[in-house]
């Protein structure tokens, strides 16, 4: 079945840092690639999606590209806010949402 | 608009008592999910429901877990007996569309279950 790996946590940047979060992805044909994340006291929510290669999905200042070749779906920011801390979930979908095991991110000021 | 309700928000039980988690969707939404999200790990798809049918739950231990969605709008969830290795969040979410290519996922805020 489908798999996600992505970056282990925890992550800890000071604002302003530049983000990656490394996802690398497993699946039959061609799924939909996704970011959710959930912060803290909340439920989980979509941040961004692709859905075919070379797609590029973005929100908030996040990015994420659909590289086939690669089978990736990084997540970037150019520059972290305290706002964004939180956990980052890289999520593939064919059949089903197959989820990571998540990346929790602190940003301190 | 109101998002996915969830209750109760923290369960705390011993092994082999039962458990009932109760889900409303967000109006309108036809699918519906029920995730099982173990510490340190990603949720997992217990079981999809569009309108009352169930669509996938091969992924539902089904000699201990039951779930039903009578009228196509709102959940339960059962657990019994519960055992330790239980103790998670459960997360409801729905969506307008069904599949996991297209559709956006809106998660309410969980159930915590510890069994002790």
């Known amino acids: 079945g489908d798999s996600v790996t992505q970056m282990e946590g925890p992550v800890t940047l000071s604002e302003e840092a530049f983000l990656t979060i490394n996802c690398t992805y497993t699946a039959t044909g061609y799924p939909s690639l996704f970011w959710y994340v959930q912060y803290p006291g909340e439920g989980l929510q979509l941040l961004l999606k692709?859905?075919?290669?070379?797609d590029k999905g973005s929100n908030k200042g996040f990015e994420a590209t659909y590289r086939k070749e690669t089978t990736s779906f990084h997540l970037e920011k150019g520059s972290v806010q305290v706002s964004d801390s939180a956990v980052y979930f890289c999520v593939c979908g064919s059949e089903k949402l197959v989820f990571g095991k998540g990346t929790k991110l602190t940003v301190n000021p | 608009e109101a998002g996915v309700a969830q209750s109760p928000r923290y369960k705390i039980i011993e092994k082999r008592q039962s458990v009932a988690f109760w889900c409303n969707p967000i109006s309108g939404h036809a699918t519906l999910y029920w995730y099982q999200q173990i510490l340190g790990q990603g949720p997992k798809l217990l079981i999809q429901f569009q309108n009352n049918g169930v669509v996938d739950d091969s992924q539902l231990p089904k000699d201990r877990f039951s779930a039903e969605r009578l009228k196509g709008v709102d959940s339960t969830l059962k657990i019994q007996p519960a055992k330790l290795e239980d103790s998670a969040v459960y997360l409801c979410?729905?969506?307008?569309?069904?599949?996991?290519?297209?559709?956006?996922?809106?998660f309410g805020e969980g159930s915590r279950l510890t069994v002790l």
């Open positions: 692709a859905t075919k290669a070379d």
């Open positions: 979410a729905s969506s307008l569309t069904q599949g996991a290519r297209s559709g956006e996922l809106f």
